[in-house]
């Protein structure tokens, strides 16, 4: 009993010692940790996406330090004279991620084009030929027309089934998503695309232009998602590309074997005709010879 009693005051007495150690130790520290000021950059007013900071659009602030990520920036000088990438609004703390040393440039998905492909806008003449205004900028969409040619016919060309969208623009010049959203912006009509914008191989563009005077363009959906997802189904049209051209380059091929048969054929027969003619006037001559 003695035993089982003592061990109960060692525990009782531990127990004790322990929330001594936590209370008056560990504690003050925690608090200590929480309460700890750190000085950061935070902004002051509203700065648009691709615009210039300045020193007057922000501020430092001391904040408590526990938790703060390690990508916000904390020193004005770093923020300074950097363009934003995104929308940043008051009250918000920069995020290297946020900002960027270069200006960005206007209608940025026309940068990346090296001679090999085209970029072309066809016109959305209906609110349903545009996919009720809901199409953005990465969709994989099929392009078809309605009431093309002299046949007044629906085609749906092979060599447009899988085609990326890069802009969608309103009848303002402005594409869709450079429009601000505020009160005032969902109070109003919104203002529906005019355009699609489309980034396509020569051939293809050749097709859209087609397809644009002689018919009405509609836009199908295809797949909205990752841009690894979407790479997938550029790649099979591309295949199906390629395909179309080395099946034109065989009939070609066929073609001219054809033409230079038909060649060497009319040849031989204007060879024996020749050859007629002449045996015919030696003939002729032989006679005249007797007579």
Do not use: M, W
């Given at each position: 009993m003695k035993k089982i009693i003592r061990n109960?005051?060692?525990?009782?007495?531990?127990?004790?010692?322990?929330?001594?150690?936590?209370?008056?130790?560990?504690?003050?520290?925690?608090?200590?940790?929480?309460?700890?000021?750190?000085?950061?950059?935070?902004?002051?007013?509203?700065?648009?996406?691709?615009?210039l900071i300045t020193s007057k659009m922000i501020e430092t602030v001391e904040i408590g330090g526990y938790n703060l990520p390690d990508t916000i920036l904390r020193q004005e000088e770093n923020i300074i004279g950097n363009y934003a990438l995104t929308e940043l609004h008051t009250g918000d703390y920069v995020l290297n991620?946020?900002?960027?040393?270069?200006?960005?440039?206007?209608?940025?998905?026309?940068?990346?084009?090296?001679?090999?492909?085209?970029?072309?806008?066809?016109?959305?003449?209906?609110?349903?030929?545009?996919?009720?205004?809901?199409?953005?900028?990465g969709d994989i969409v099929t392009v078809m027309a309605s009431d093309f040619g002299d046949m007044r016919e629906t085609v749906s060309?092979?060599?447009?089934?899988?085609?990326?969208?890069?802009?969608?623009?309103?009848?303002?010049?402005?594409?869709?998503?450079?429009?601000?959203?505020?009160?005032?912006?969902?109070e109003k009509d919104k203002e529906l695309p005019a355009t699609v914008t489309l980034k396509a191989t020569y051939d293809q563009a050749k097709l859209l232009a087609e397809m644009?005077?002689?018919?009405?363009?509609?836009?199908?959906?295809?797949y909205r998602g990752t841009e690894e997802n979407a790479a997938k189904?550029?790649?099979?049209?591309?295949?199906?590309?390629?395909?179309?051209?080395?099946e034109a380059q065989k009939d070609a091929n066929e073609l001219d074997v054809t033409n230079q048969e038909d060649e060497v054929q009319?040849?031989?027969?204007?060879?024996?005709?020749?050859g007629t003619s002449q045996e015919v006037g030696e003939q002729l001559e032989e006679d005249n010879d007797e007579e």
């Open positions: 109960r005051t060692v525990l009782g007495i531990a127990s004790i010692v322990l929330s001594l150690i936590i209370c008056f130790g560990l504690t003050p520290l925690f608090n200590q940790a929480i309460s700890e000021k750190v000085a950061i950059a935070r902004i002051t007013e509203n700065i648009q996406k691709g615009e991620s946020k900002i960027s040393s270069k200006p960005l440039a206007n209608y940025e998905y026309l940068t990346d084009f090296n001679g090999s492909e085209r970029a072309i806008s066809v016109s959305i003449k209906s609110f349903a030929a545009g996919l009720s205004g809901k199409l953005e900028p060309p092979e060599a447009l089934q899988y085609v990326e969208v890069l802009a969608v623009t309103a009848g303002t010049g402005l594409d869709t998503d450079e429009y601000e959203i505020d009160q005032e912006a969902i644009e005077a002689k018919g009405k363009i509609h836009v199908v959906f295809v189904f550029l790649d099979e049209q591309r295949l199906i590309l390629s395909e179309s051209i080395d009319g040849t031989s027969q204007e060879d024996e005709v020749q």
